[in-house]
């Protein structure tokens, strides 16, 4: 099944989000912040979907795919950001930088794994 990396300061939400996919049969891998995150993005391979907060501390999420972008030369699968944040201007960065779903939280698991596994389904 697809590897979806999970990049999120809250450990309580990685968790929440690691049960919800590896209950409906993806593989996750975890990082704690953007620099973590950009790190572990543009050193693996065969990530399926990345899934990311904009507000950590070091590095915002779309810091970070701007970073991964500029190193990959593109973003090396579709991206959701989860976050609190709903300002229209981040959306945009967001959506300039390559991000497919901008997510505000508190979110839905079901509905959330159901997004991932369309989008998923796509990249196969």
Do not use: H
Not at 47 to 53: A, F, M, N, P, R
């Amino acid at each position: 099944m697809a590897l979806v990396m999970v990049v999120d300061d809250s450990e309580a939400v990685r968790a929440q989000l690691k049960a919800a996919l590896e209950a409906a049969g993806f593989q996750v891998a975890e990082a704690g912040d953007g620099n973590d995150g950009f790190s572990k993005i543009t050193g693996s391979s065969g990530v399926s979907l990345i899934i990311s907060d904009y507000n950590m501390p070091g590095m915002d999420g779309i810091t970070m795919l701007t970073k991964v972008k500029e190193k990959m030369g593109k973003l090396p699968c579709p991206v959701f950001v989860l976050t609190t944040e709903t300002s229209e201007t981040l959306k945009a960065n967001g959506k300039a930088v390559g991000v497919l779903a901008w997510i505000t939280k508190p979110f839905v698991p079901t509905k959330l794994v159901e997004a991932v596994k369309k989008v998923t389904a796509k990249a196969s």
